[in-house]
Protein backbone atom coordinates (compact mmCIF):
# COMPACT_ATOMS: atom_id res chain seq x y z
CA UNK A 1 0.00 0.00 0.00
CA UNK A 2 1.51 3.64 -0.76
CA UNK A 3 2.20 4.97 2.02
CA UNK A 4 2.54 8.73 0.34
CA UNK A 5 -0.62 10.73 1.20
CA UNK A 6 -2.53 12.25 -1.63
CA UNK A 7 -0.76 15.66 -2.76
CA UNK A 8 -2.79 18.26 -0.74
CA UNK A 9 -2.65 20.43 -4.22
CA UNK A 10 -4.02 17.72 -6.05
CA UNK A 11 -6.76 17.84 -3.10
CA UNK A 12 -7.60 21.21 -3.57
CA UNK A 13 -7.33 20.92 -7.52
CA UNK A 14 -10.30 18.99 -7.23
CA UNK A 15 -12.25 21.13 -4.81
CA UNK A 16 -11.66 23.81 -6.62
CA UNK A 17 -13.07 22.02 -9.83
CA UNK A 18 -16.03 20.75 -8.22
CA UNK A 19 -17.05 24.29 -6.46
CA UNK A 20 -16.73 25.69 -9.79
CA UNK A 21 -18.96 23.04 -11.47
CA UNK A 22 -21.37 23.13 -8.88
CA UNK A 23 -21.46 26.55 -9.51
CA UNK A 24 -21.82 26.61 -12.87
CA UNK A 25 -24.80 23.90 -12.54
CA UNK A 26 -22.69 21.53 -13.78
CA UNK A 27 -23.12 19.62 -11.06
CA UNK A 28 -26.44 17.55 -10.75
CA UNK A 29 -27.77 15.16 -7.77
CA UNK A 30 -29.28 12.61 -10.45
CA UNK A 31 -32.31 14.56 -11.02
CA UNK A 32 -33.20 15.96 -7.60
CA UNK A 33 -33.39 19.42 -8.45
CA UNK A 34 -31.48 21.67 -6.34
CA UNK A 35 -34.41 23.47 -4.95
CA UNK A 36 -35.97 20.73 -4.08
CA UNK A 37 -32.86 19.68 -2.31
CA UNK A 38 -32.31 22.72 -0.08
CA UNK A 39 -36.23 22.59 0.67
CA UNK A 40 -35.72 19.71 2.07
CA UNK A 41 -32.48 20.57 4.01
CA UNK A 42 -34.50 23.72 5.37
CA UNK A 43 -37.25 21.28 6.53
CA UNK A 44 -34.61 18.86 7.99
CA UNK A 45 -35.03 18.74 12.54
CA UNK A 46 -32.75 20.78 14.23
CA UNK A 47 -30.12 19.70 16.73
CA UNK A 48 -31.07 21.76 19.72
CA UNK A 49 -31.83 19.03 22.18
CA UNK A 50 -29.91 18.32 25.51
CA UNK A 51 -27.86 15.58 26.33
CA UNK A 52 -30.59 14.65 29.04
CA UNK A 53 -33.49 14.67 26.14
CA UNK A 54 -31.77 12.27 24.14
CA UNK A 55 -30.23 9.63 27.11
CA UNK A 56 -34.34 9.86 28.01
CA UNK A 57 -35.77 8.65 24.87
CA UNK A 58 -33.23 5.90 24.40
CA UNK A 59 -34.41 2.58 25.24
CA UNK A 60 -32.81 0.59 28.51
CA UNK A 61 -32.56 -2.51 29.21
CA UNK A 62 -29.66 -4.86 28.41
CA UNK A 63 -32.10 -6.36 25.27
CA UNK A 64 -32.22 -2.99 24.01
CA UNK A 65 -32.02 -3.22 20.58
CA UNK A 66 -32.81 -0.77 16.90
CA UNK A 67 -34.73 -1.95 14.12
CA UNK A 68 -32.46 -0.38 11.75
CA UNK A 69 -29.19 -2.07 13.47
CA UNK A 70 -28.89 -5.81 13.34
CA UNK A 71 -26.36 -6.17 16.51
CA UNK A 72 -26.98 -5.38 20.27
CA UNK A 73 -26.62 -2.09 21.58
CA UNK A 74 -26.42 -2.11 25.06
CA UNK A 75 -26.88 1.57 26.71
CA UNK A 76 -23.74 1.18 28.47
CA UNK A 77 -22.20 0.75 25.05
CA UNK A 78 -23.89 2.88 23.02
CA UNK A 79 -26.01 6.02 22.69
CA UNK A 80 -29.03 5.31 20.12
CA UNK A 81 -29.40 8.58 17.81
CA UNK A 82 -32.64 7.45 14.96
CA UNK A 83 -31.45 4.97 12.34
CA UNK A 84 -27.70 4.96 14.49
CA UNK A 85 -25.79 4.92 17.60
CA UNK A 86 -22.92 6.55 18.59
CA UNK A 87 -20.41 4.66 20.96
CA UNK A 88 -20.15 6.10 24.09
CA UNK A 89 -16.52 7.41 25.47
CA UNK A 90 -16.75 5.89 28.68
CA UNK A 91 -17.19 2.46 27.81
CA UNK A 92 -13.70 2.99 25.89
CA UNK A 93 -11.51 3.49 29.23
CA UNK A 94 -8.79 2.18 29.10
CA UNK A 95 -9.16 -0.27 26.42
CA UNK A 96 -7.35 -1.01 23.19
CA UNK A 97 -6.20 1.13 20.43
CA UNK A 98 -8.81 -0.04 18.17
CA UNK A 99 -13.00 -0.36 18.74
CA UNK A 100 -14.23 -3.45 19.60
CA UNK A 101 -16.83 -4.41 16.94
CA UNK A 102 -19.13 -4.62 19.49
CA UNK A 103 -19.02 -0.69 20.60
CA UNK A 104 -18.09 0.16 16.82
CA UNK A 105 -20.47 3.22 15.90
CA UNK A 106 -23.31 2.64 13.40
CA UNK A 107 -24.32 5.35 11.05
CA UNK A 108 -27.43 3.83 8.83
CA UNK A 109 -29.43 6.25 6.14
CA UNK A 110 -31.77 3.54 5.99
CA UNK A 111 -31.22 0.08 7.79
CA UNK A 112 -28.80 -3.10 7.47
CA UNK A 113 -29.47 -5.13 4.67
CA UNK A 114 -28.59 -8.75 5.20
CA UNK A 115 -26.86 -9.72 2.38
CA UNK A 116 -25.96 -13.03 1.70
CA UNK A 117 -22.04 -13.58 0.70
CA UNK A 118 -22.15 -16.02 -1.36
CA UNK A 119 -24.55 -14.54 -3.42
CA UNK A 120 -23.19 -10.97 -3.43
CA UNK A 121 -21.53 -9.57 -6.57
CA UNK A 122 -19.73 -6.60 -6.77
CA UNK A 123 -20.34 -4.50 -10.81
CA UNK A 124 -17.88 -2.28 -12.17
CA UNK A 125 -18.67 -0.74 -15.17
CA UNK A 126 -18.55 3.22 -16.93
CA UNK A 127 -17.12 5.75 -19.38
CA UNK A 128 -13.97 4.87 -17.48
CA UNK A 129 -13.37 1.39 -18.12
CA UNK A 130 -12.00 -0.32 -21.39
CA UNK A 131 -15.22 -2.05 -22.54
CA UNK A 132 -17.73 -2.31 -19.51
CA UNK A 133 -20.17 1.23 -20.41
CA UNK A 134 -23.21 0.11 -18.74
CA UNK A 135 -24.60 -1.92 -15.49
CA UNK A 136 -25.66 -4.25 -17.86
CA UNK A 137 -21.59 -5.78 -19.51
CA UNK A 138 -20.22 -4.73 -16.06
CA UNK A 139 -16.57 -6.78 -14.95
CA UNK A 140 -18.05 -8.84 -11.89
CA UNK A 141 -16.33 -10.05 -8.93
CA UNK A 142 -17.86 -12.09 -6.43
CA UNK A 143 -16.14 -12.62 -2.78
CA UNK A 144 -14.20 -15.75 -3.89
CA UNK A 145 -12.36 -13.90 -6.39
CA UNK A 146 -11.83 -10.70 -4.13
CA UNK A 147 -10.11 -12.93 -1.48
CA UNK A 148 -7.86 -14.25 -4.60
CA UNK A 149 -5.93 -10.81 -4.70
CA UNK A 150 -3.71 -9.77 -2.60
CA UNK A 151 -4.58 -8.86 1.00
CA UNK A 152 -4.03 -5.45 2.79
CA UNK A 153 -5.22 -4.67 6.30
CA UNK A 154 -4.91 -1.42 7.79
CA UNK A 155 -6.02 0.12 11.10
CA UNK A 156 -8.15 3.05 9.95
CA UNK A 157 -10.32 5.16 11.70
CA UNK A 158 -14.04 5.71 10.29
CA UNK A 159 -15.84 9.29 11.10
CA UNK A 160 -18.57 10.98 10.55
CA UNK A 161 -18.78 14.16 9.21
CA UNK A 162 -21.17 14.96 11.68
CA UNK A 163 -19.62 13.56 14.81
CA UNK A 164 -19.78 16.42 17.40
CA UNK A 165 -22.42 18.16 15.62
CA UNK A 166 -24.18 18.58 19.20
CA UNK A 167 -21.84 20.59 20.16
CA UNK A 168 -22.66 23.27 17.84
CA UNK A 169 -26.23 23.43 19.90
CA UNK A 170 -25.27 22.53 23.37
CA UNK A 171 -21.47 25.03 23.15
CA UNK A 172 -22.12 27.21 20.45
CA UNK A 173 -25.46 27.81 21.14
CA UNK A 174 -26.14 27.69 17.17
CA UNK A 175 -29.22 26.06 15.03
CA UNK A 176 -28.12 22.92 12.98
CA UNK A 177 -29.67 20.06 11.18
CA UNK A 178 -29.04 16.63 11.09
CA UNK A 179 -28.43 13.99 13.87
CA UNK A 180 -26.91 15.23 17.05
CA UNK A 181 -24.03 13.45 17.56
CA UNK A 182 -21.42 13.71 20.08
CA UNK A 183 -17.90 12.98 19.84
CA UNK A 184 -19.05 8.69 19.39
CA UNK A 185 -19.61 8.99 15.57
CA UNK A 186 -15.87 7.77 15.22
CA UNK A 187 -14.31 4.38 15.63
CA UNK A 188 -10.65 2.61 14.64
CA UNK A 189 -10.61 -1.20 13.05
CA UNK A 190 -8.08 -2.78 11.61
CA UNK A 191 -9.96 -3.40 8.14
CA UNK A 192 -8.97 -6.20 5.78
CA UNK A 193 -9.50 -6.68 2.38
CA UNK A 194 -8.01 -5.33 -1.29
CA UNK A 195 -6.99 -2.39 -2.46
CA UNK A 196 -9.54 -0.58 -4.57
CA UNK A 197 -6.73 0.11 -7.44
CA UNK A 198 -5.87 -3.66 -7.83
CA UNK A 199 -9.92 -3.94 -8.86
CA UNK A 200 -10.19 -0.99 -11.00
CA UNK A 201 -6.77 -1.92 -13.05
CA UNK A 202 -8.37 -5.91 -13.51
CA UNK A 203 -11.65 -3.75 -14.11
CA UNK A 204 -9.55 -2.04 -17.38
CA UNK A 205 -9.65 1.20 -15.97
CA UNK A 206 -8.43 3.49 -18.44
CA UNK A 207 -6.07 6.93 -18.25
CA UNK A 208 -9.49 9.10 -19.16
CA UNK A 209 -10.95 7.83 -16.16
CA UNK A 210 -12.07 10.72 -13.71
CA UNK A 211 -14.40 9.91 -10.95
CA UNK A 212 -15.21 6.47 -9.34
CA UNK A 213 -18.44 6.21 -7.74
CA UNK A 214 -19.32 3.32 -5.44
CA UNK A 215 -22.95 2.60 -4.24
CA UNK A 216 -24.53 0.65 -1.74
CA UNK A 217 -27.17 -2.19 -1.77
CA UNK A 218 -29.18 -0.67 1.43
CA UNK A 219 -32.86 0.53 0.48
CA UNK A 220 -32.92 3.82 -1.57
CA UNK A 221 -32.98 6.64 0.91
CA UNK A 222 -36.46 9.50 0.85
CA UNK A 223 -36.16 11.92 2.82
CA UNK A 224 -39.29 14.73 3.49
CA UNK A 225 -40.53 12.80 0.68
CA UNK A 226 -37.42 13.20 -2.07
CA UNK A 227 -35.97 10.42 -3.49
CA UNK A 228 -32.47 10.39 -2.90
CA UNK A 229 -31.64 7.36 -4.24
CA UNK A 230 -29.55 4.81 -2.74
CA UNK A 231 -26.36 5.75 -1.19
CA UNK A 232 -23.37 6.93 -3.42
CA UNK A 233 -20.74 9.00 -3.47
CA UNK A 234 -18.02 9.56 -5.87
CA UNK A 235 -14.45 9.98 -5.45
CA UNK A 236 -11.22 11.49 -7.77
CA UNK A 237 -9.33 8.85 -9.36
CA UNK A 238 -6.17 9.85 -7.83
CA UNK A 239 -7.52 8.73 -4.10
CA UNK A 240 -9.17 5.95 -5.06
CA UNK A 241 -5.92 4.29 -6.72
CA UNK A 242 -3.91 5.75 -3.36
CA UNK A 243 -5.04 4.36 -0.43
CA UNK A 244 -8.87 3.02 -0.54
CA UNK A 245 -9.63 -0.28 0.41
CA UNK A 246 -12.54 -2.91 -0.35
CA UNK A 247 -12.87 -4.53 2.96
CA UNK A 248 -14.30 -7.79 3.82
CA UNK A 249 -12.79 -8.32 7.37
CA UNK A 250 -13.49 -5.82 10.46
CA UNK A 251 -11.00 -6.45 13.35
CA UNK A 252 -10.28 -9.93 12.27
CA UNK A 253 -14.23 -11.17 11.71
CA UNK A 254 -16.31 -11.10 9.09
CA UNK A 255 -17.51 -7.81 8.62
CA UNK A 256 -20.52 -7.48 10.32
CA UNK A 257 -24.28 -6.66 8.79
CA UNK A 258 -23.90 -3.30 10.81
CA UNK A 259 -20.83 -2.08 9.45
CA UNK A 260 -21.16 -3.28 5.73
CA UNK A 261 -21.03 -6.86 5.33
CA UNK A 262 -19.95 -8.72 3.39
CA UNK A 263 -17.73 -5.43 1.33
CA UNK A 264 -17.95 -2.32 2.20
CA UNK A 265 -15.35 0.67 0.95
CA UNK A 266 -12.91 2.29 3.82
CA UNK A 267 -11.68 5.79 2.50
CA UNK A 268 -8.66 6.71 5.25
CA UNK A 269 -8.60 9.86 6.28
CA UNK A 270 -11.53 11.04 4.83
CA UNK A 271 -15.10 11.84 5.82
CA UNK A 272 -17.36 8.64 6.70
CA UNK A 273 -19.59 9.02 4.31
CA UNK A 274 -16.81 8.36 1.75
CA UNK A 275 -16.52 4.63 3.03
CA UNK A 276 -19.96 3.13 1.12
CA UNK A 277 -21.02 0.22 3.16
CA UNK A 278 -22.93 -3.12 1.34
CA UNK A 279 -21.28 -1.43 -1.71
CA UNK A 280 -22.85 -3.04 -4.86
CA UNK A 281 -21.62 -1.62 -7.86
CA UNK A 282 -18.65 0.72 -8.73
CA UNK A 283 -19.08 3.56 -11.90
CA UNK A 284 -16.12 4.30 -12.98
CA UNK A 285 -16.38 7.73 -15.32
CA UNK A 286 -14.41 9.41 -17.75
CA UNK A 287 -16.31 12.46 -16.78
CA UNK A 288 -17.23 13.98 -13.32
CA UNK A 289 -20.15 12.14 -10.95
CA UNK A 290 -22.43 14.02 -8.39
CA UNK A 291 -24.86 12.89 -5.90
CA UNK A 292 -26.92 14.30 -3.77
CA UNK A 293 -23.79 13.30 -0.94
CA UNK A 294 -21.65 15.66 -2.68
CA UNK A 295 -23.61 18.38 -3.62
CA UNK A 296 -26.35 19.09 -1.16
CA UNK A 297 -24.72 17.26 1.23
CA UNK A 298 -21.29 16.95 3.22
CA UNK A 299 -20.51 20.77 1.68
CA UNK A 300 -20.44 23.65 4.15
CA UNK A 301 -23.49 26.23 3.81
CA UNK A 302 -24.26 29.43 5.48
CA UNK A 303 -23.00 32.88 6.14
CA UNK A 304 -19.34 31.93 6.82
CA UNK A 305 -18.94 30.00 3.68
CA UNK A 306 -18.68 30.26 0.02
CA UNK A 307 -22.07 31.95 -1.55
CA UNK A 308 -23.51 28.44 -2.87
CA UNK A 309 -21.40 26.03 -0.39
CA UNK A 310 -17.54 25.34 -0.13
CA UNK A 311 -16.48 22.25 -2.33
CA UNK A 312 -17.37 18.76 -1.16
CA UNK A 313 -16.11 17.67 2.28
CA UNK A 314 -13.09 15.24 1.75
CA UNK A 315 -10.61 15.23 4.87
CA UNK A 316 -11.45 15.39 8.42
CA UNK A 317 -10.57 18.04 11.19
CA UNK A 318 -8.64 17.89 14.55
CA UNK A 319 -10.60 15.97 17.65
CA UNK A 320 -9.87 14.90 21.35
CA UNK A 321 -12.41 13.53 23.20
CA UNK A 322 -11.95 12.46 27.11
CA UNK A 323 -12.87 8.64 27.78
CA UNK A 324 -15.23 9.71 30.52
CA UNK A 325 -18.87 10.08 30.81
CA UNK A 326 -20.12 13.94 30.72
CA UNK A 327 -21.54 15.42 34.11
CA UNK A 328 -19.79 12.12 36.17
CA UNK A 329 -19.01 12.49 39.53
CA UNK A 330 -15.34 12.70 40.75
CA UNK A 331 -13.98 12.75 44.57
CA UNK A 332 -11.82 16.09 45.50
CA UNK A 333 -8.69 15.25 47.19
CA UNK A 334 -8.02 11.53 45.19
CA UNK A 335 -5.82 10.79 42.48
CA UNK A 336 -7.54 10.26 38.98
CA UNK A 337 -5.98 9.31 35.75
CA UNK A 338 -7.95 10.77 33.04
CA UNK A 339 -7.96 8.96 29.72
CA UNK A 340 -8.63 10.34 26.01
CA UNK A 341 -7.89 10.22 22.71
CA UNK A 342 -7.10 12.86 19.69
CA UNK A 343 -7.15 12.42 15.92
CA UNK A 344 -6.84 14.53 13.01
CA UNK A 345 -7.70 13.85 9.03
CA UNK A 346 -5.39 16.72 8.00
CA UNK A 347 -1.81 14.70 9.43
CA UNK A 348 -0.39 13.06 12.31
CA UNK A 349 -1.60 14.30 16.04
CA UNK A 350 1.81 15.96 17.24
CA UNK A 351 1.28 17.15 20.63
CA UNK A 352 -1.93 16.99 23.03
CA UNK A 353 -2.57 19.91 25.82
CA UNK A 354 -5.44 19.30 28.74
CA UNK A 355 -6.84 21.81 31.13
CA UNK A 356 -8.65 20.90 34.81
CA UNK A 357 -9.16 24.41 35.43
CA UNK A 358 -11.78 25.24 32.55
CA UNK A 359 -9.10 26.57 29.91
CA UNK A 360 -6.73 28.92 32.25
CA UNK A 361 -3.83 26.62 32.48
CA UNK A 362 -2.85 23.73 30.14
CA UNK A 363 -0.08 20.92 30.20
CA UNK A 364 1.20 18.61 27.92
CA UNK A 365 -0.44 15.17 27.97
CA UNK A 366 2.05 12.13 27.93
CA UNK A 367 0.84 10.13 24.40
CA UNK A 368 0.39 6.59 24.62
CA UNK A 369 0.69 5.21 20.87
CA UNK A 370 3.16 6.83 18.77
CA UNK A 371 1.23 9.09 16.14
CA UNK A 372 0.50 7.55 12.92
CA UNK A 373 -1.61 8.05 10.10
CA UNK A 374 -5.21 7.79 10.04
CA UNK A 375 -5.72 6.72 13.69
CA UNK A 376 -5.61 8.66 16.88
CA UNK A 377 -3.76 8.56 19.83
CA UNK A 378 -4.52 7.55 23.15
CA UNK A 379 -2.97 9.69 26.17
CA UNK A 380 -3.49 9.94 30.05
CA UNK A 381 -2.47 11.70 33.13
CA UNK A 382 -3.19 12.12 36.67
CA UNK A 383 -5.56 15.03 37.78
CA UNK A 384 -5.84 15.24 41.81
CA UNK A 385 -8.92 17.82 42.07
CA UNK A 386 -8.70 19.82 45.63
CA UNK A 387 -11.94 21.72 45.12
CA UNK A 388 -15.50 20.70 45.10
CA UNK A 389 -17.80 21.85 42.19
CA UNK A 390 -18.59 21.81 38.78
CA UNK A 391 -15.18 21.62 36.44
CA UNK A 392 -14.71 21.70 32.52
CA UNK A 393 -12.17 19.49 31.58
CA UNK A 394 -10.49 20.47 28.12
CA UNK A 395 -8.31 18.57 25.86
CA UNK A 396 -6.58 20.13 22.55
CA UNK A 397 -4.68 18.63 19.89
CA UNK A 398 -2.49 20.08 17.40
CA UNK A 399 -1.71 18.01 14.44
CA UNK A 400 1.35 17.29 12.37
CA UNK A 401 -0.57 20.11 9.47
CA UNK A 402 0.31 22.76 12.83
CA UNK A 403 -3.90 23.01 12.86
CA UNK A 404 -4.54 23.55 16.71
CA UNK A 405 -8.12 22.94 17.97
CA UNK A 406 -9.62 26.39 18.08
CA UNK A 407 -12.06 27.86 21.14
CA UNK A 408 -14.90 27.74 18.94
CA UNK A 409 -16.13 25.77 15.38
CA UNK A 410 -16.85 27.64 11.85
CA UNK A 411 -20.84 27.46 11.93
CA UNK A 412 -22.49 25.63 8.90
CA UNK A 413 -25.73 24.98 8.43
CA UNK A 414 -25.57 21.10 8.11
CA UNK A 415 -23.33 21.09 11.48
CA UNK A 416 -20.02 19.03 9.65
CA UNK A 417 -16.61 19.35 10.94
CA UNK A 418 -16.87 20.81 14.75
CA UNK A 419 -12.97 21.04 15.78
CA UNK A 420 -13.54 23.16 18.62
CA UNK A 421 -12.38 22.21 22.12
CA UNK A 422 -15.19 20.46 23.75
CA UNK A 423 -15.72 21.96 27.00
CA UNK A 424 -15.92 18.29 29.52
CA UNK A 425 -17.91 19.57 32.67
CA UNK A 426 -17.58 17.14 35.47
CA UNK A 427 -18.47 17.46 39.43
CA UNK A 428 -15.97 17.21 42.09
CA UNK A 429 -17.56 16.13 44.91
N1 LIG B 1 -24.49 2.12 1.87
C1 LIG B 1 -24.28 2.96 2.89
N2 LIG B 1 -23.02 3.32 3.18
C2 LIG B 1 -22.77 4.16 4.20
C3 LIG B 1 -23.83 4.73 4.96
C4 LIG B 1 -25.15 4.30 4.67
O1 LIG B 1 -26.15 4.69 5.31
N3 LIG B 1 -25.34 3.42 3.61
N4 LIG B 1 -23.54 5.65 5.95
C5 LIG B 1 -22.28 6.38 5.76
C6 LIG B 1 -21.92 7.24 6.85
S1 LIG B 1 -22.71 8.76 6.89
C7 LIG B 1 -20.93 6.91 7.76
S2 LIG B 1 -20.45 8.01 8.94
C8 LIG B 1 -20.29 5.58 7.74
C9 LIG B 1 -20.54 4.87 9.06
O2 LIG B 1 -19.94 3.59 9.08
P1 LIG B 1 -20.33 2.57 10.27
O3 LIG B 1 -21.83 2.48 10.34
O4 LIG B 1 -19.66 1.29 9.92
O5 LIG B 1 -19.77 3.14 11.54
O6 LIG B 1 -20.81 4.76 6.69
C10 LIG B 1 -21.12 5.43 5.51
N5 LIG B 1 -21.47 4.47 4.50
MO1 LIG C 1 -21.67 10.03 8.39
Not at 155 to 177: D, H, K, M, T
Not at 297 to 324: D, I, M, N
Amino acid sequence: MSRSPLPHDDEAAYDRDRAARFLDGAARADGVSRRALLGLLAAAPTALLTGTDRAAAAPAGPAAGLATVVKPLPPEHYRVLGTNAETRWEALRGSGFTTPNSHFFVRNHTATPLIDPSAWRLRVWGSGLRGAPSPENAVVFGLRELRRLPAVERAVLVECAGNGRGFYAWQQGQEVSGTDWGLGAIGLARWRGVRLADVLHRAGVTSRAVDVMPRGLDAPVTSGGVELGRVRRPLPLAKALDDVLLAYEMNGEPLPPDHGGPVRVVVPSWVGISSVKWVGDIEVSDTALHSPWNTELYRLFGPRHPEGGSAPLTRQTVKSAFELARDIEVRAGRTHRLHGRSWSGLGTVRSVEVSTDGGARWQRAPLRDSPRRDAWVRWELPWRPARRGPVDLLARATDSAGRTQPAESVHNTQGYLFDAVVRHRVQVV
